[in-house]
């Protein structure tokens, strides 16, 4: 057994049982918190197999943002899970397919790289090994894959967009802060000076 | 049991006695240790005497002289009080959110080359890293918040995961910039890029090392970097999650003894962090500022520790003099000034690298 062999079991052996734990714990704060588990135990194992890159980026967008994200919602929403897990078996046969379709997907996959290892060398851009994988990343994206690319995060845009226009909700009568007004605002049009003769007042 | 020799070498070989084949790294990492957490003890104290000097008082100086050993003092305090754990907390994800915190912040040294081949591990995407542990650090608050359930803590963590996950965003910009001009994402090779080019290299007074600096031409982000690395440590003037005013002590109130003392260590450690990697970024890392004799026979380390306190010396007179802002300016400077300002500069730097063919490109070209 090599040192990268042992320290893929740990990472694999973490992942599997925080994956499981996602799912069979009680409380779904801790299955989030089981959730990120997983994603850093699998960016362990894409460091392993050599792709520092997608490790990081992994770490830095699911784990950073996204898992923040569900972890926002689950906190603050105020759910009956007991209630939802009863309807639990109603869901099951969709669930089970899912799993199902997965699998082979996965072993089809595996299954490819394990009768026709050369199946990896004919892709359709082939990958100089001289030059580190952050490199060979953007090369392939912003040259032969830029419109997918382009055009992936511009769906995303537009998502994003959405979400924005369905919440925005514009109230009226609420007093906003204006920082250039209040940069622009000058001692002579806020105050004035005034010479008030005594018994008088200002109107008097 | 091949792995376990490489392991054992790997960790613990000592030349010394013939046996293995490295310094192991242990060693090595104890050290770095033991050094930074001495750091962190005296720029907590500096924290606490600028800021006493800035308002006329005379800080921590009854425990040793001048007070240089009021953070033990603190630290043993720390320790022998009673840890108290509320009665409905989670007490598992309670205990776990100020290890996590600590942990990480120290964890993010291990890139950080303090000299030329001084960097504990000097891996190829070093500040992706950096960027990638920042970025896990607001797990340490959003847990201590929920797992002590109570009001204060919670919405002290709402507002601290809000904030950080904000400023994250100007902050990897800032960072896509100099890496535009570098290419390449190693830590070591953003301070040779600047020790190699830039103005006073183009200008032919190769030895006017700081004017190579990258502050200079990318002096916007260098201000935008400063700003939002105060928000991303919840430094003074962007300290909501405590705000003592309105929070107490935000997600940190149902905290005591040891696991409060972790949570100020990764705090504080997360901030000198932030020091290091302005230095590293925009202040030419271990490089000296002229390369001319008298300065060029300073160690490098030397030279890097002396940037750092200086950069920290800033935190600190801004925590010291500037009024706290309130929630929406917070997050109205983040996503309204801050995110644009650095997106659109990010597009035209790239443009000016593409045309002008400005840039390190990696040592490459």
Redesign the interface.
Known sequence: ???P??FFYVFSTIAVISALMVISSR?P??SV?FL?LCFVNSAGIFMLAGA??LA??L??VY???VA?LF??VV??LDVDFAGLRHGMLQYAPIGVIVGLILLVELLLVAGGFAIAPDIASSSVVPINPGI?N??ALGQVLYTRYVFVFQGAGAVLLVAMIGAIVLTLRHKQGVKR?D?GVQANRRVEDAMEVVKVKSGEGLRG | ???VV??LDYLLGIPLFGWGTQVGFIYKGLLFLVALLILTAYILLADRKIWAAVQIRRGPNVVGPFGLLQSFADLLKFVFKEPVIPAGA?KI?FLLAPFITALLSLSAWVVIPIDAGWALAN???GI??I??IS??G??GV??GG?ASNSKYP?LGA?RS?AQM?SY?VSIGFVIITVLLCVGS?NLSDIVIAQREMGLATSLGVPWLTFLNWFWLPLFPMFVIFLISARAETNRPPFDLPEAESELVAGFMVEYSSTPYLLFMLGEYIAIIMMCAMTTILFLGGWTSPIDLPPFNWVPGAVWFLLKVCAVFFMFAMVKAFVPRYRY??LM?IGWKTFLPLSLVSVIVLAFILQLTGWGWH?GVA
């Open positions: 057994m090599t040192l062999l042992f409380n704060v801790h918190l990120i520092e890159f990081l980026i770490i830095v784990v950073g943002a923040v972890l926002f906190m603050m580190d952050t490199r802060q920082a | 049991m091949d792995f490489t392991a989670d994800v891996i190829n995407v992706l890293y960027f990638a970025s896990l607001v797990y959003i847990m929920w919670f709402l995961a996950v994250e994402l929406d300016q109205r990696g």
